[in-house]
T-cell receptor
Framework: DAMVIQNPRYQVTQFGKPVTLSCSQT?????MYWYQQKSSQAPKLLFH???????NEADTPDNFQSRRPNTSFCFLDIRSPGLGDAAMYLC??????????????FGPGTRLTVL | GENVEQHPSTLSVQEGDSAVIKCTYS??????FPWYKQELGKGPQLIID???NVGEKKDQRIAVTLNKTAKHFSLHITETQPEDSAVYFC???WGGGSNYKLTFGKGTLLTVNP
């Protein structure tokens, strides 16, 4: 089945130690998103790629970076994780169409723990 | 920017009863309204969506209604089952491609009691 895959599902890192989360998709969608979701909150958009064009949200900390080497893969890099960065990280994809706003499809998420 | 208010924040119903979750949005330009179900420890799953050119959409036990004039939309779940228990998020958006932004409500924790 076509889908959005995130690895790992659970990641534990130490305070200040760089960590990379990965997302892949078999939907061949042009747009990929990264969201941060903290407990009992709605997902918060960090940034997204439209093809190779990177779009950063104004309030996304510089500590968060992203790479998209090809259509299928997108990575979230946290350069120096703090305790406040512990959260669920969600990847989503969408495909622009003439129907108007695009439908987003989410992956299962990566739960990040910072010790 | 867009602001989406969602009510109630928690909802508890008996199995077989109906559940209704309501959302209001602020930006009249919004034209797409998806609903997501999120189970504990999982990613949000799209369950139904509606575009501004229709007023109601139904899929088996789930229906969504949209009132563009009042800028509100609602999720209706009939004949609820324990497996419907989850957090439900409404969202609103406009545009597409690089201009696409999805604004979420704060979520509703639905509990269906057997």
């Amino acid at each position: 089945d076509a889908m959005v895959i995130q690895n790992p599902r659970y990641q534990v890192t130490q305070f200040g130690k760089p960590v990379t989360l990965s997302c892949s998709q078999t939907l061949n969608h042009n747009v990929m998103y990264w969201y941060q979701q903290k407990s009992s909150q709605a997902p918060k958009l960090l940034f997204h790629y439209y093809d190779k064009d990177f779009n950063n949200e104004a309030d996304t900390p510089d500590n968060f970076q992203s790479r998209r080497p090809n259509t299928s893969f997108c990575f979230l890099d946290i350069r120096s994780p703090g305790l406040g960065d512990a959260a669920m990280y969600l990847c989503a994809t969408s495909q622009p169409s003439n129907a108007g706003a695009d439908t987003q499809y989410f992956g299962p998420g990566t739960r990040l723990t910072v010790l | 920017g867009e602001n989406v208010e969602q009510h109630p924040s928690t909802l508890s119903v008996q199995e077989g009863d109906s559940a209704v979750i309501k959302c209001t949005y602020s930006d009249s330009a919004s034209n797409y309204f998806p609903w997501y179900k999120q189970e504990l420890g999982k990613g949000p799953q799209l369950i139904i969506d509606i575009r501004s050119n229709v007023g109601e959409k139904k899929d088996q036990r789930i229906a969504v209604t949209l009132n563009k004039t009042a800028k509100h939309f609602s999720l209706h779940i009939t004949e609820t089952q324990p497996e419907d228990s989850a957090v439900y998020f409404c969202a609103a958006s406009w545009g597409g491609g690089s201009n696409y932004k999805l604004t979420f409500g704060k979520g509703t924790l639905l509990t269906v009691n057997p």
